[in-house]
């Protein structure tokens, strides 16, 4: 109960998929995710020792011994612990937890398009909390602005900058399309540098589509032909109305649906020049599991891989404890 992280909000986190497929389940940009952890731990004083291959080689364990095959949520947390009431976060236990969970859709009723609001909350600021942090006490920003589109009857809210340029979701990064071109808010309006937005930013220059990085005001929001939120629990959402404006014809963009279906193709691997975007857990092919004698989660450790496990406190969570 006097964990620091519970009281003052000292924690970072991350928020990964892995993909169950027929022959394996892959982990979807897994160092990616780990690098960004460790950048806020940096941001936040917080003495995180793991290195990203020791983090990432125990996602993957951790996944094998509970032997999921289903579609997951990865939560890796880094958060203080018991150190008394000193704001000083440094003088605070630093642990380290992995939580996999059974996990489809973020939003209810498997949503193919989301009715929006611009929050009457304002977007965190570097000058306060840096949002480039992926750190636990940022999120009461999110949860205020989330309830209060809820409690409106909206599914999601948008949330403007310091400045009132447009920042992003509650938990996902936006786009919008205006004349064939993509357009989404840069680092500097205090955005989370969202891997799903770097994975579309990539993917539309293989698509040869323009993205512009460059503020958005509010009332683009209303004008643009198509708009979407990019995250990774809700991948590619298209936004089909905004403070009751409908965006387009109301649904779904035909770049939006471009991007999207490429975006699923990729998570799928079925884009060879993505592929090391996908990491595998089980060592083991389907193919090969019916021909040779199991190797346990167990047995696979002392086959030479690292048992970077005992280092973490690892939840080992399956799916019906939830
Ligand atoms: N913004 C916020 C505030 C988020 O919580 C998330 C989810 N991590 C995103 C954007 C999207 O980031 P990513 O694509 O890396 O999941």
């Known amino acids: ?15 990964i998929r892995a993909y169950a497929r027929s022959d394996n389940v892959y982990i979807f940009r897994l160092k990616e995710h780990m690098e960004r952890l460790k950048d806020s731990a940096k941001i936040y004083f917080m003495d995180l020792k793991n290195s990203v291959d020791d983090l990432c080689s125990a996602t993957v364990e951790l996944i094998a011994k509970n032997e999921m095959r289903c579609q997951t949520y990865i939560r890796p947390i880094v958060f203080k612990g018991f150190g008394g009431i000193d704001l000083n976060l440094t003088k605070a236990p630093t642990h380290v937890a992995i939580c996999p969970f059974k996990f489809e859709s973020y939003f209810e009723n498997q949503k193919s398009g989301l009715d929006t609001c611009v929050s009457s909350w304002r977007r965190i600021s570097d000058v306060s909390t840096p949002p ?7 999120y009461l920003n999110c949860a205020a602005a989330k309830v209060e589109a809820n409690l409106n009857g909206y599914d999601e809210a948008i949330l403007l900058d310091s400045n009132g340029f447009v920042s992003e979701g509650t938990g996902e990064n936006i786009f919008i399309v205006k004349d064939g071109k993509l357009v989404t808010p840069p680092l ?135």
């Open 132 to 138: 480039m942090a992926k750190a636990c006490g940022h």
């Open 188 to 322: 500097s309006a205090s955005i989370l540098n969202g891997i799903t937005r770097d994975t579309v930013i990539t993917l539309a220059s293989e698509m040869c589509v323009q993205v512009a990085e460059r503020n958005i005001a509010r009332a683009e929001l209303y004008t643009c032909d198509e708009a979407f939120f990019t995250g990774t629990a809700v991948e590619i959402m298209p936004i089909l109305t905004v403070d009751r404006r409908q965006i387009g014809d109301g649904k779904m963009g035909v770049l939006t649906g471009r991007v999207k279906t490429f975006y699923n193709k990729v998570i799928a691997g079925n884009v060879e020049k993505y592929n090391s975007w996908l990491t595998p857990v089980y060592v083991r092919s389907v193919k090969q599991a019916r021909t040779e004698p199991a190797i346990t989660a167990e047995t696979s450790l002392k086959h030479g891989v690292d048992p970077v496990l005992e280092k973490f406190e690892m939840s080992f969570w399956h799916e019906t404890h939830l």
């Open 1 to 15: 109960m006097l964990s620091h992280a519970l009281h003052y909000g000292t924690g970072v986190f991350e928020g």
